[in-house]
């Protein structure tokens, strides 16, 4: 049974591109998660989202960032225009459900975004 | 503002002697606490949890204290080893729904 999967594991880009990163959830989970952690820091909420809604983006930047969560396929966070200030490790987890419980929750191994 | 946040931000330890790394969080309304291990270059791992209608949490070598008069969260890892060496977040939610807040983190060194 495969764990959350993150692609690519690094990623760089200059100034002014696209960041796409890509988040499979475990085989029948339905919620995702994306957090954001900077060097020696823990991480930051940015998004929850189900199938094909976004629940919670409280934490998510109000410009040139954007997450989805299709029917089919992994879930998205899209950074536009990319800014060194973006350069971090991107956390996905997945839940089965609803919940609270740390155990029911797994993270993936990260994307590591530099922004040159 | 809530914060929850950590006071020591590396601890170094001999193989084999207990650990304890603390955790303060600021609002009362926190209503469950969970202690991950990340090691280099991966995703932080469930190590245990405990609810605020707790005071005290044991799992295999780890052990999960809560004081809910000060605020004080901390995790005793018992016979310390040199697997154990990784950085330590506390993280706690309110919401009915797993958004975590996560602390600022601890390195755990443990020396064979």
């Not at chain 1, 960032?65 to 089919?72: G, H, I, R």
């Not at chain 2, 304890?20 to 309304?29: E, G, L, V």
Request: aromatic share 10%.
């Amino acid at each position: 049974n495969a764990g959350v999967m993150q692609n690519p594991r690094h990623l760089v880009r200059r100034r002014g591109q696209e960041a796409r990163l890509r988040c499979s959830p475990m085989k029948g989970h339905s919620h995702v998660y994306w957090y954001r952690q900077l060097p020696e820091e823990g991480l930051k909420f940015m998004v929850y989202l189900q199938k094909e809604n976004i629940i919670d983006e409280s934490g998510m930047p109000k410009e040139r960032f954007s997450a989805e969560f299709p029917k089919e396929g992994p879930s998205i966070l899209r950074i536009q225009q990319v800014v060194r200030g973006d350069s971090a490790a991107y956390f996905c987890a997945s839940s089965p459900r609803v919940t609270d419980r740390g155990n029911e929750q797994f993270f993936g191994p990260g994307t590591r975004l530099t922004v040159l | 503002g809530e914060s929850v946040g950590l006071h020591l931000p590396t601890l170094s330890v001999q193989e084999g002697d207990n650990s304890i790394i603390n955790c303060a969080y600021s609002n009362s309304a926190s209503d469950y606490f969970i202690w991950y291990k990340q090691e280099s270059g991966k995703g932080p791992q469930f190590i245990i949890d405990i609810r605020s209608n707790m005071d005290k949490r044991q799992g295999q070598r780890v052990t999960v204290l809560l004081n809910k008069t000060v605020k004080h969260l901390s995790l005793q890892i018992a016979a310390t080893q040199p697997g154990d060496s990784a950085v330590y977040f506390c993280a706690e939610t309110r919401g009915g729904y797993s958004t975590l807040t996560f602390g600022k983190g601890t390195m755990l060194l443990v020396s064979p």
